[in-house]
């Protein structure tokens, strides 16, 4: 089984980079709006790859709360679909992961 402090301190620093992330985005996106019409559109690409960025986060935030949640539970490192568990190395690439190997695919 994994070192379960350790793996706390791993995803809570993981929430932190992505929540400046997306304060970033946040800022960027409020900083565009130039009056000229070709840097207005280059802008507009640039605020779609900000949003995609945003979005990602978002939803990778959602997953490391899930797994902040097993944490507490007791549920960690199991996995949601068929109770095994989820190996060291697995958890150490995706430590978010609700899925063993054989469910994730």
Known sequence: ???IAARRAQIRERQLELM????FVDQELGTHGSP???DNAIEHEEDETLEALGHAAQKELQMLDAALHRIETGEYGFCVA???EISAE???ILPATPFCRTCAQ
């Open 1 to 3: 089984m994994t070192d």
């Open 82 to 84: 068929c109770g095994a």
């Open 36 to 38: 000229d019409w070709q």
């Open 90 to 92: 697995r958890l150490d």
């Open 20 to 23: 400046a992330r997306a304060t």
